[in-house]
Nanobody, 121 residues
Framework: QVQLVESGGGLVQPGGSLRLSCAAS????????MGWYLQAPGKQRELVAS???????NYADSVKGRFTISRDNARDAVYLQMNSLKPEDTAVYYC???????????????WGQGTQVTVSS
């Protein structure tokens, strides 16, 4: 059984910073891409940033220059440094990992439980 556990959300003022962390645990053979998604109330889940095992990154236009995604392959972890936060960044943030549990398995998407980020004065 694979679990993704997120931490680091909370309440921050506009212009502030937060760092989200996500660690994968359980039976894992290999993790391909990892990423962060957000879901605002009444809206669909959307990509914030992703990173491949080799470190290639991809960002939503709305966060370019403000957010930085990174990962630690040895710890099966992914991070999201969020700077210059805006009220419109308020959402539940979900960690995602595309991984195989055994050498003979294909890739499967796993999700964390989500962490709330609220940007408000």
């Amino acid at each position: 059984q694979v679990q993704l556990v997120e931490s680091g959300g909370g309440l921050v003022q506009p212009g502030g910073s937060l760092r989200l962390s996500c660690a994968a645990s359980g039976k894992i053979f290999s993790i391909n891409a990892m990423g962060w998604y957000l879901q605002a109330p009444g809206k669909q889940r959307e990509l914030v940033a992703s990173i491949t095992r080799g470190g290639t990154t991809n960002y939503a236009d709305s966060v370019k220059g403000r957010f930085t995604i990174s990962r630690d392959n040895a710890r099966d972890a992914v991070y999201l440094q969020m700077n210059s936060l805006k009220p419109e960044d308020t959402a539940v943030y979900y960690c995602n990992a595309n991984l195989s549990a055994n050498w003979y398995d294909g890739l499967t998407n796993y999700w964390g439980q989500g962490t709330q980020v609220t940007v408000s004065s």
